[in-house]
């Protein structure tokens, strides 16, 4: 076995613990979240919204998908990749339902940073490959920061130590990402800080209209604040899928508030299922992705064993007697 083959091999045996670990996280918090209060923020989740917050759902879910691809296509132009609008739009929102469904939360992220790259080699001596992952990573590290600068601003006054740390992981956050970002000129770097806000600011508006509708007795002013903190708690790629320390950030953030901790569950869930919703285009993009390379890959398997090119491989001639 090659060198490369075992490093490969090992790679893959640590995606599995971190995906297994992800795994325990979601299912460990869940557990102690129905220990706590039993089932009943997880029926009342599903219960209470109403049905008019589905679309709403699904508009700012198109905004916030849509701003990110806007902030994908600025970067990722300054690292020599070009990708149209539509492309763009369509590879975000792939993206967004495989993070919503698959352990934490990057790996629709990872495919769309592959599937955007050739592995040509650039004068610099790196990959397409290279480039593209490096603009992904930008841009997911943009709106990370964005999500903690929103967070920290919103504890100041109930958790200052918790506050600045959170303004700390966003310093963090836009640090590592300096180094891919230098290329930008400044008034690309304003737009992609912009189009970060924006698209933070759908899924906060979500989340705020999802506390409204399941949780009426909070205080219409008290919505935003509580909805940065969630959404922080969801940027941790501790979960799956970004469930767990949503529910377990909501929760706390409520309870912070004066508030029953138990209704941050509830809203934090309902927000989940809204997010969910939200990126189910993604699955459809998804199949009609897939299914033409899955066909093409059938194709060449079937000439490659031997069968004619222009032959149907579903049809097998009959095995002739060895004798």
């Known amino acids: 076995m090659s060198l490369d083959q075992r490093s490969q091999i090992t790679r893959r045996g640590h995606t599995a613990v971190f995906a297994v670990l992800q795994v325990a996280i979601t299912v460990g918090i869940f557990s102690f979240l129905v220990a706590q209060w039993g089932m009943n923020p997880f029926m009342d989740a599903f219960r209470l919204l109403p049905l008019w917050i589905f679309p709403a759902a699904m508009l700012l879910g198109g905004v916030g998908v849509l701003t990110q691809a806007l902030r994908w296509?600025?970067?990722?132009?300054?690292?020599?990749?070009?990708?149209?609008?539509?492309?763009?739009?369509?590879?975000?929102?792939?993206?967004?339902?495989?993070?919503?469904v698959l352990p934490g939360g990057l790996a629709g992220d990872a495919l769309r940073a592959a599937d955007d790259s050739s592995d040509a080699e650039v004068k610099a001596g790196g990959s397409a490959l290279r480039r593209a992952f490096a603009a992904m990573a930008a841009e997911r590290l943009m709106g990370?920061?964005?999500?903690?600068?929103?967070?920290?601003?919103?504890?100041?006054?109930?958790a200052p130590f918790v506050g600045l740390?959170?303004?700390?992981?966003?310093?963090?956050?836009?640090?590592?990402?300096?180094?891919?970002?230098?290329?930008?000129?400044?008034?690309?770097?304003?737009?992609?800080?912009?189009?970060?806000?924006?698209?933070?600011?759908?899924?906060?508006?979500?989340?705020?209209?999802?506390?409204?509708?399941?949780?009426?007795?909070?205080?219409l002013a008290w919505a935003p604040g509580l909805a940065a903190v969630a959404i922080a708690g969801m940027s941790v790629p501790l979960g799956f899928g970004g469930w767990g320390p949503r529910e377990a950030a909501a929760a706390w953030v409520f309870s912070l508030a004066g508030v029953a901790p138990h209704l941050g569950v509830t809203a934090s869930i309902s927000y989940g299922l809204l997010a969910l919703a939200s990126t189910l285009p993604g699955a459809i993009i998804l199949?009609?992705?897939?299914?033409?390379?899955?066909?093409?890959?059938?194709?060449?398997?079937?000439?490659?064993?031997?069968?004619?090119?222009?032959?149907?491989?579903?049809?097998?001639?009959?095995?002739?007697?060895?004798?």
């Open 287 to 323: 199949a009609l992705r897939v299914m033409p390379r899955l066909e093409r890959a059938r194709m060449v398997r079937h000439q490659r064993d031997g069968g004619d090119p222009g032959a149907d491989p579903r049809r097998r001639d009959p095995i002739e007697p060895a004798f």
């Open 144 to 158: 990370t920061a964005v999500a903690f600068i929103a967070a920290g601003l919103a504890l100041l006054v109930l």
């Open 165 to 219: 740390a959170a303004l700390g992981v966003a310093t963090v956050a836009v640090v590592v990402a300096w180094r891919w970002l230098k290329p930008l000129s400044r008034g690309d770097l304003l737009q992609v800080v912009l189009l970060s806000a924006a698209g933070w600011a759908a899924f906060a508006t979500l989340f705020a209209l999802t506390i409204l509708a399941v949780t009426p007795s909070i205080p």
């Open 73 to 100: 296509r600025v970067i990722a132009r300054h690292h020599q990749i070009s990708v149209g609008v539509g492309p763009a739009v369509a590879r975000c929102w792939q993206a967004a339902f495989l993070n919503g």
